[in-house]
């Protein structure tokens, strides 16, 4: 096996675990009461808080500067990431898991499209294909979309999935800024953007912070971390189109703890994106 296939091998294993900690945010949203703005603050605080021990234990000093120094390019990466994260939670808050959950799977269309005008890189006709099958996934769930609500919590889903598109390119186009430094920074962002708005924060008790604690630490501080690692030995379409595997974990998790049941719509087109997923896995490999 050549540095590559090990760089790529390793890259797809860390993006997968990334989106198994990831598809758990429904679960923990589900067990909090409050208002979306009141959970980013905590969880951005908790997350932000995981990230920076991971670089400080991993990078020592070293890790502590870039948490202090950042550049431009790192700024950018936390700020889309920061997008990202505000409009996620009222999404989930505003329509179904399952619509939120496949609307993840735009994520690879857009951010091959991005990285073609971007940086000139060309998708695999396997992956360009994947996407357009896990598009297809996405167009089948949300026609079953309801009332206004409905619709207000797809299309901050939507600018969810581009914000993490835009975030997937940039950080294969700057390989040398300190993502993970820059992944922490965004939570930091995200508190700091929440607390004008958060009405609830007098109201978390302890057992709610322990909630926020672990959401904050697993979803958000694990998921972004081993997302920024793995997602730059991977072309950028199929580091996003493997991130979409917690499509249809995040909606199990619900129906498991709450039996929040999926739509038949969103069944089928969640079939859709895993099966794109799989096959898009298997096809790398044997190239």
Not at 56 to 77: E, F, I, S, Y
């Amino acid at each position: 096996m050549t540095d590559n296939d090990a760089q790529h091998r390793t890259g797809i294993a860390l993006v997968v675990a990334a989106a198994a900690a990831w598809s758990t945010a429904p679960f923990f949203t589900r067990l909090l009461h409050f208002d979306s703005w009141t959970i980013l603050f905590w969880r951005g605080l908790f997350g932000g808080g995981a990230i920076a021990l991971f670089l400080l234990a991993t990078q020592g000093w070293r890790g502590a500067r870039d948490l202090v120094v950042m550049p431009a390019r790192g700024w950018l990466v936390a700020g889309l990431s920061t997008l990202g994260m505000v409009t996620f939670i009222p999404a989930l808050q505003l329509t179904s898991v399952a619509n939120v959950a496949i609307i993840v799977a735009m994520q690879p269309f857009a951010a091959a499209a991005i990285a073609w005008l971007w940086l000139g890189e060309r998708a695999r006709p396997g992956t360009l294909l994947a996407s357009l099958v896990a598009l297809a996934g996405v167009a089948v769930t949300v026609s079953g979309a309801g009332d206004i609500t409905d619709y207000r919590g797809i299309g901050l889903a939507c600018i969810m999935a581009l914000a993490i598109a835009l975030m997937t390119v940039t950080i294969r186009r700057h390989k040398g800024t300190p993502m993970v430094a820059a992944a922490a920074l965004s939570n930091v962002l995200g508190s700091v953007v929440s607390l004008p708005f958060a009405q609830g924060i007098g109201a978390v008790t302890g057992a709610d912070l322990d909630v926020l604690a672990m959401f904050g630490a697993c979803q958000v501080g694990l998921g972004l971390t081993l997302f920024t690692i793995g997602s730059r030995f991977l072309p950028s379409g199929q580091a996003s189109l493997i991130a979409t595997l917690e499509t249809p974990l995040m909606p199990f998790w619900v129906w498991l703890a709450f039996a929040e049941v999926p739509s038949l719509r969103a069944l089928i087109g969640g079939a859709l994106v895993m099966g794109a997923v799989v096959a898009d896995i298997v096809a790398s490999q044997r190239t």
